[in-house]
Nanobody, 124 residues
Framework: QVQLVESGGGLVQTGGSLRLSCAASGRTFSAYAMGWFRQAPGKEREFVAAISRTGITVYYADSVKGRFIISRDNAKNTVYLQMNSLKPEDTAVYYC?????????????????WGQGTQVTVSS
C-alpha cells in the first residue's frame, strides 16, 4: 500500500499559478500511475490529470488542457501539478491518487490510494 500526502494549495488571484505536490511513501512509487482529481463545493469529484508510471503518457481534462501540467519525479517519490492561468472555476479541493496498471480518466478505476486533499481557492 502506498500513502499519499498533498501540499501546495492556497489562495491565488485569477491568472495566477500554483504548484501542487503529492509525496508518496510505502510501496514502490514507480509501480503506480498517478492522478489528480478535484472536488468543488456542491459538485462531484472530477478527473483533472494523470501520468503513467514512467511519465511518458499523460492525460488531461479538457477544462485544464493547456493550463495545467502533470509531472513526476520517481527518484523523489513525488507527483506534481503545475497550475497556470488559474480561474475561479478551478477552486476546489485537489486530491492525488495512485493506481496500479495503466492510467485512465475513469475515477472508479483509481482505488489503490488517495490523499487527504489540499484546498485551492482562486479569487476573482
Amino acid at each position: 500500500q502506498v500513502q499519499l500526502v498533498e501540499s501546495g494549495g492556497g489562495l491565488v488571484q485569477t491568472g495566477g499559478s500554483l504548484r501542487l505536490s503529492c509525496a508518496a511513501s510505502g510501496r514502490t512509487f514507480s509501480a503506480y500511475a498517478m492522478g489528480w482529481f478535484r472536488q468543488a463545493p456542491g459538485k462531484e469529484r472530477e478527473f483533472v490529470a494523470a501520468i503513467s508510471r514512467t511519465g511518458i503518457t499523460v492525460y488531461y481534462a479538457d477544462s485544464v488542457k493547456g493550463r495545467f501540467i502533470i509531472s513526476r519525479d520517481n527518484a523523489k517519490n513525488t507527483v506534481y501539478l503545475q497550475m497556470n492561468s488559474l480561474k475561479p472555476e478551478d477552486t476546489a479541493v485537489y486530491y492525488c491518487a495512485a493506481k496500479t496498471g495503466t492510467i485512465t480518466t475513469s475515477q472508479s478505476m483509481w482505488g489503490d490510494a488517495w490523499g487527504q486533499g489540499t484546498q485551492v481557492t482562486v479569487s476573482s
